[in-house]
């Protein structure tokens, strides 16, 4: 063991490699814990969030104030709860409405105010009896008219307060749907790596049983599974995938599916290979003199001796595992929108690429882009530890 990571750490691609690699697997399983939000917990996702660029805070939206006032003889009483609002006099045909908060206000709208009445500073609905003022100085409005008021009239007032920012900074900004794009991604890594590994190791341990199965009968049962190994190999891995879903619909255990269906056959075919050398050497005829089952010589004694090789393949198929999702999560078909993966991510972002909202997908594909090449340099590396021709 001391050799082989002596021999290994010669290379710094592979040492970079195999860090980076690791950072994303810490990622993955510590992503409810370090990402600043939940992406899905949908019932605190809010459309003010939507679209922000990097390094915009989060946002609470303000609060709605309203009341309904009744004026007889240049008094006003509010009717119920007014909610901090008030209205008094301030001389003749003159009206003040404020709000008792020290929030300032975004805008303060009073409605339905008699014929010839206005509020100063403030712009009329085209159609409706609304004035609104935007940013009230004092949180407050004069409603004024040039002939006296009415001696008795009702109108209503709606005030709104401005957003309030909070200490949650998107520094990767924000999607469509107002969620964190690092969360996102974090929990995207989460998905792909599950979905990799999971596939993956699914795919070889399927894939190296019959190969071993495969060496090991010969003959009629070797032909049979070499020749679905090369059925298999003749279809394209996206299409394999599109064809699946298709029929099962999405999800994660579909997509794990739809890759096993996909990989199992690079390790059937590469354990064969690896087993019928095995099974020409002096320690398998040893053991078969010594009548072992052969489940024992395979499992105990040519498995052994085939898994660096195979151990390397599965390092390089979680790579193409993970950039068979995404591609499948990015054409629609792959995991739901409830549960983005990176390729989801990518997705969702590509509608507003051409609206200067690079970041939704830019995020998701570098990360995607570095985690996919990391994997395949360290598998590289690994090969070429393991290989016996590059010993020196």
């Known amino acids: 063991m001391t050799e082989f990571a002596g021999r290994f750490g010669e290379s710094r691609i592979g040492v970079a490699s195999l860090a980076v690699t690791l950072t994303f697997l810490i990622c993955a399983l510590l992503a409810p814990l370090i990402s600043p939000t939940d992406p899905y917990d949908l019932s605190r996702l809010q459309l003010i969030d939507a679209l922000k660029p990097m ?15 009744a004026v007889e003889d240049g008094v006003a009483v509010a009717q119920g709860d007014a909610h901090g609002l008030a209205a008094q006099s301030c001389g003749d045909a003159c009206l003040e409405v404020r709000l008792d908060a020290e929030t300032p206000l975004a ?3 009073v409605r339905t105010l008699p014929a010839g009445a206005s509020v100063e500073g403030a712009s ?10 935007n940013t009230p100085a004092g949180n407050s409005v004069r409603i004024v008219s040039d002939a006296p008021l009415p001696e008795t009239f009702n109108f209503s007032v709606i005030a709104r307060s401005d957003d309030q920012p909070t200490d949650l900074v998107f520094h990767l900004g924000t999607d469509g749907f ?7 991604i974090l929990y995207g890594i989460r998905i792909s790596v599950f979905v990799g590994v999971v596939a993956a190791g699914s795919a070889m341990v399927i894939g190296t049983g019959l190969g071993l199965f495969a060496a090991w009968r010969g003959g009629a049962t070797d032909a049979l599974i070499m020749r679905a190994v090369d059925f298999m190999l003749s279809f394209p891995a996206i299409l394999v995938g599109l064809a699946i879903l298709a029929v099962l619909g999405s999800g994660v255990g579909k997509v794990i599916l739809a890759v096993v269906l996909v990989q199992w056959c690079y390790y059937a075919r590469t354990s064969r290979s690896l087993a019928l050398s095995e099974l020409n050497k002096e320690y398998v005829e040893a053991a078969r003199g010594l009548r072992l089952p052969a489940w024992r010589i395979m499992a105990r004694h040519v498995l052994p001796n085939c898994m660096p090789q195979i151990i390397v393949l599965f390092t390089l198929n979680i790579a193409a595992a993970i950039s068979l999702e995404s591609s499948l999560s990015f054409l629609g078909v792959g995991l739901p929108l409830t549960q983005p993966s990176l390729g989801m991510l990518i997705a969702n972002g590509y509608e507003y690429i051409f609206s200067q909202k690079y970041w939704i997908s830019f995020g998701p594909g570098i990360v995607l882009l570095v985690m ?6 360290l598998g590289d590396r690994l090969r ?9």
Do not use: C, Y
Request: glycine share 6%.
């Open 55 to 69: 390094g915009s805070h989060q946002v609470v939206p303000g609060e709605e104030f309203r009341a309904s006032f």
């Open 107 to 109: 805008s303060l709208q």
């Open 124 to 133: 009329k609905h085209p159609v409706q009896n609304w004035w609104t003022v």
């Open 178 to 184: 107002g969620r964190d794009m690092l969360s996102a």
């Open 372 to 377: 996919i090449v990391a994997m395949n340099l």
């Open 384 to 392: 070429d530890v393991t290989n016996p021709r590059f010993e020196r």
